[in-house]
């Protein structure tokens, strides 16, 4: 099973980036896929999270900035970036979920991406 996130760079405060991550090897239409992130020195924390059935979650630090959606076809999931803060800076993980639900937890995630980098600069 591979997750390959892409979309990630720099951009200044206010810009958007638009992340995505192609799932292979394992179909996640009926499981919760997951957006985190880690900054330099922090612990890795939830951003967004989609069910099965495409109901979302959202850590309040990126509540109406955000957006996850999923492409089942194409066993992908999207993280749209607007409105970037230069504490939005971090590597994001993609990762999928053994359940179906959209957790927060990282303990209910059994698949993770490589990672991408996304800085924002003042």
């Known amino acids: 099973v591979q997750l390959q996130a892409s979309g990630g760079g720099s951009v200044q405060t206010g810009g958007s980036l638009r992340l995505s991550c192609a799932a292979s090897g394992r179909t996640f239409s009926s499981y919760g896929m997951g957006w985190f992130r880690q900054a330099s020195g922090k612990e890795r924390e939830i951003v967004a999270a989609?069910?099965?059935?495409?109901?979302?979650y959202y850590a309040d630090s990126v509540k109406g900035r955000f957006s996850i959606s999923r492409d089942n076809a194409k066993n992908t999931v999207y993280l749209q970036m607007n409105s970037l803060k230069p504490e939005d800076t971090a590597v994001y993980y993609c990762?999928?979920?053994?359940?179906?639900?959209?957790?927060?937890?990282?303990?209910?995630?059994?698949?993770w991406g490589q990672g991408t980098q996304v800085t924002v600069s003042s």
């Open positions: 989609v069910n099965w059935g495409g109901s979302t």
């Open positions: 990762a999928g979920s053994l359940t179906a639900g959209a957790s927060n937890k990282a303990n209910q995630y059994g698949y």
